[in-house]
């Protein structure tokens, strides 16, 4: 990756992943408050930069052999704990509290500065290309198991 790249997907600190989000205007409604479904863009931004900067490119793990590997959120349990308002500056952080087998548990968290705004656990099934569950690779596993 280069160095922009780093940038925009944010960055590993102690086993977790952060990745900086400014809330614009899109992400309110009439109130000025982030609508509550934008809560899961910015989970999934940070998830989907979390892989990135592991080294798993989502997009290249249809081929990564003749089974292809398809990530899917299973469940997510959400806490939103205090709003966020427009021009926020937010912290996504992501964690892998589990991984192997055919899954892998992901806690996150986002954050306005020290005040917690929402906490999730997203549990992610492991799929091949049509839909049936498959184990996740060692390697991955491994990328993916808690510092």
Do not use: W
């Amino acid at each position: 990756m280069d160095q922009i790249s780093v940038c925009l997907a944010g960055e590993l600190i102690e086993g977790a992943h952060r990745l900086v989000q400014r809330v614009y205007y899109e992400d309110t409604d009439f109130s000025g408050l982030v609508y509550h479904a934008r809560y899961l863009h910015f989970l999934e931004r940070g998830r989907t930069d979390y892989l990135r900067c592991l080294g798993c490119e989502q997009s290249a793990l249809l081929s990564v052999d003749d089974e292809g590997l398809v990530f899917v959120v299973h469940r997510m349990e959400i806490d939103f704990k205090a709003p966020a308002r427009m021009d926020d500056v937010l912290v996504i952080h992501t964690r892998t509290e589990k991984a192997g087998g055919a899954k892998m548990v992901l806690v996150q968290e986002i954050r306005r500065g020290d005040t917690l705004l929402i906490a999730a656990r997203v549990i992610i099934a492991v799929i091949n290309r049509v839909g049936r569950p498959r184990r996740l690779p060692d390697s991955l596993a491994e990328a993916f198991r808690p510092a």
